[in-house]
């Protein structure tokens, strides 16, 4: 297939070059030039990338970004091809989502949220999970491009769907994992090694996905950025507007936004959200430490 990829980071190069290895013809822009992966073809703008394509596949980094690459200067609607199909794997705002997909169906475009789940690692091997909204018959026409990126799909219902399952997966995501740092911290405060803790956690109910992910990060002191702080940020403002637009209460949420406001001002926006520990361990006067199996 014809795909238009925009938005190279940390998740979209990786998913732009596995279409490439899957034999698409990929013409890919990023903000930043430079980061093409092998075998696609750069172009000079939004625009440029989407004209003749066949699908238009986003990923970059919050609403405002996905509005400038779709409706600003040299963007996509100026050469969206009818018929086209637009897929975002960005994580931005339901209700904006759904005011996208409008204005793109003007011009004759069909519309997909596709945000993911599977981290760097995932990117990188082709097994990130998609959580789509959108039409079934949609989904179908796009599902040689999801395997080329992806184990698996989850339809969640109409266009803005995907996009509110991601804030409900991100949402829980937070909280484990603060959890989990809470619990580190308090056991090293004790005397517990964290090594031996996180043994006990995986022979029980507490086990978790974002436990075993993280746990290895955490005791080898490893903060790189597979999931930036400044994105989980980002999408837990996302959850908490939505949240408001509802009038939800997420009383567990705002306290964890605090932790993530002022790991922001100590500047850990750019480490990976697990970093968030470094706080508690600070306010505790401890480090935690152990040796990952």
């Given at each position: 297939?014809?795909?238009?990829?925009?938005?190279?980071?940390?998740?979209?190069?990786?998913?732009?070059?596995?279409?490439?290895?899957?034999?698409?013809?990929?013409?890919?822009?990023?903000?930043?030039?430079?980061?093409?992966?092998?075998?696609?073809?750069?172009?000079?703008?939004?625009?440029?990338?989407?004209?003749?394509?066949?699908?238009?596949?986003?990923?970059?980094?919050?609403?405002?970004?996905?509005?400038?690459?779709?409706?600003?200067?040299?963007?996509?609607e100026e050469a969206v091809a009818s018929g086209a199909v637009v897929v975002d794997s960005s994580t931005i705002s339901p209700s904006a989502t759904v005011q996208y997909a409008g204005r793109?169906?003007?011009?004759?475009?069909?519309?997909?949220?596709?945000?993911?789940?599977?981290?760097?690692?995932?990117?990188?091997?082709?097994?990130?999970?998609?959580?789509?909204?959108?039409?079934?018959?949609?989904?179908?026409?796009?599902?040689?491009?999801?395997?080329?990126?992806?184990?698996?799909?989850?339809?969640?219902?109409?266009?803005?769907?995907?996009?509110?399952?991601?804030?409900?997966?991100?949402?829980?995501?937070?909280?484990?994992?603060?959890?989990?740092?809470?619990?580190?911290?308090?056991?090293?405060?004790?005397?517990?090694?964290?090594?031996?803790?996180?043994?006990?956690?995986?022979?029980?109910?507490?086990?978790?996905?974002?436990?075993?992910?993280?746990?290895?990060?955490?005791?080898?002191?490893?903060?790189?950025?597979?999931?930036?702080?400044?994105?989980?940020?980002?999408?837990?403002?996302?959850?908490?507007?939505?949240?408001?637009?509802?009038?939800?209460?997420?009383?567990?949420?705002?306290?964890?936004?605090?932790?993530y406001e002022i790991a922001t001002e100590e500047g850990q926006s750019d480490l990976d959200y697990a970093a968030t520990i470094a706080l508690l361990e600070k306010w505790a006067g401890v480090?935690?430490?152990?040796?990952?199996?």
């Open positions: 297939m014809r795909v238009a990829f925009l938005g190279l980071g940390i998740m979209g190069r990786p998913m732009a070059a596995n279409l490439v290895k899957a034999g698409h013809e990929v013409a890919v822009w990023n903000r930043t030039p430079g980061k093409e992966p092998d075998g696609a073809q750069a172009a000079s703008s939004a625009a440029e990338a989407a004209r003749e394509a066949e699908v238009v596949w986003m990923c970059v980094a919050d609403t405002a970004a996905v509005e400038q690459v779709l409706f600003g200067k040299s963007g996509v793109l169906r003007a011009r004759g475009a069909e519309y997909v949220d596709a945000p993911i789940t599977g981290s760097k690692l995932g990117a990188e091997s082709g097994q990130l999970i998609f959580m789509a909204g959108g039409a079934e018959e949609t989904l179908a026409r796009l599902q040689p491009l999801f395997s080329a990126m992806g184990k698996a799909v989850f339809r969640m219902g109409d266009v803005g769907k995907g996009q509110s399952a991601k804030l409900a997966m991100n949402l829980m995501i937070a909280l484990t994992y603060q959890g989990f740092a809470e619990g580190l911290t308090l056991a090293t405060k004790l005397g517990v090694q964290a090594d031996k803790l996180l043994e006990l956690i995986n022979a029980t109910m507490v086990r978790s996905g974002v436990v075993d992910y993280k746990g290895p990060f955490v005791l080898r002191r490893d903060f790189s950025p597979n999931f930036p702080l400044r994105l989980m940020h980002k999408d837990i403002h996302l959850m908490l507007d939505a949240a408001r637009e509802l009038r939800v209460k997420l009383p567990g949420l705002e306290t964890v936004e605090e932790i480090e935690v430490k152990g040796v990952p199996a």
